[in-house]
């Protein structure tokens, strides 16, 4: 599958590629696959890369006056390869599959062989005599639009600041689900459990044959459930505390226990070592305002000894 776009451009000057360069990555953050001519080593494979060209949804030139130059007295700079691979795909295309950017290029000129073509221009020239002349988020997102295929009419467009703040809602919410979020390689270790986001209700500590799973539910105001679901054994340390050497004996068969704070919970995984489990503290949902998601903060320890 071909790139969103290809750049072409001219190494005028190191501040003009590193213009080039941040254009591109701009287009990136945007979601955008951009391949520009740094990319592409010319003496390896000239057909590849003039298949790269072609499987392009679009083409922008970025014309300063160098690369007008170069295109049109140079063929065999790597312009003037590629305005003549370009031209040679280009009448096969639609009219908005290339585009160009005009940049210390006050007049627009173009290179010969678009002269009488005259492709869609983007004006990103400025005058250091005019801050209202320089270019910014406006031509960004006139470009953007092009390479989208979205009509250059914008009555019907969602604002970029609305576009933002749900890109940044769902990216919050991936994260509150994101499993890498719900693990720690810690053999022990304090956390506030905000299980209702966790998948399947599961935090996961250690690694190896020390990997266990703490899988909940609420109870009531004060306990939680404790599944075994992820574990191989499951239960309630009653009365005082007992010696590690002791903790096995309060397994229970059941699939759950239910802990009130200040209780520990026993947990045997798939390889028989045991974990201890403190409850610290739990709370239930509260559905008013302000909104309070239901966790449990918890205490956890392997025995080194199991």
Do not use: C
């Amino acid at each position: 599958m071909g790139s969103d776009l290809f750049i072409s451009y001219a190494w005028t000057s190191d501040e003009h590629r590193e213009w080039v360069r941040l254009l591109a990555a701009q287009l990136k953050a945007l979601g955008f696959d951009v391949l520009i001519d740094a990319d592409v080593d010319y003496g390896d494979d000239l057909n590849g890369f003039m298949r790269r060209v072609d499987d392009a949804k679009r083409v922008l030139l970025v014309v300063d006056r160098n690369y007008v130059e170069r295109a049109d007295t140079m063929p065999n700079s790597g312009v003037g390869k590629e305005s003549r691979w370009i031209s040679e795909v280009h009448g096969d295309r639609e009219a908005s599959w290339m585009s160009v950017l005009f940049v210390n290029n006050p007049d627009f000129t173009l290179p010969a062989w678009l002269g009488d073509k005259m492709p869609k221009g983007f004006n990103f020239n400025h005058s250091s005599n005019s801050l209202q002349e320089f270019p910014g988020a406006e031509q960004v997102e006139d470009l953007w639009r092009w390479i989208a295929g979205l009509p250059t009419n914008r009555d019907s467009a969602t604002p970029i600041a609305t576009l933002r703040e749900r890109a940044t809602r769902l990216e919050e919410q991936t994260l509150r689900t994101e499993p890498s979020q719900w693990r720690s390689p810690d053999l022990e270790g304090e956390l506030r459990f905000a299980y209702a986001d966790a998948p399947q209700r599961t935090f996961r500590w250690g690694f190896g044959d020390s990997e266990f799973a703490f899988s909940v539910s609420g109870h009531s105001n004060d306990s939680i459930y404790v599944l075994k679901d992820y574990g191989n054994a499951v239960g309630l340390v009653q009365g005082e505390m007992p010696d590690d050497a002791d903790l096995a004996r309060h397994l229970v068969p059941g699939r759950s226990v239910t802990p009130r704070v200040g209780q520990s919970v026993v947990l045997m995984n798939e390889h028989g070592r045991l974990a201890l489990v403190e409850i610290v503290d739990v709370q239930r949902e509260t559905t008013h305002i302000p909104y309070t998601a239901p966790h449990v903060t918890f205490r956890w320890r392997v025995i080194a000894s199991s």
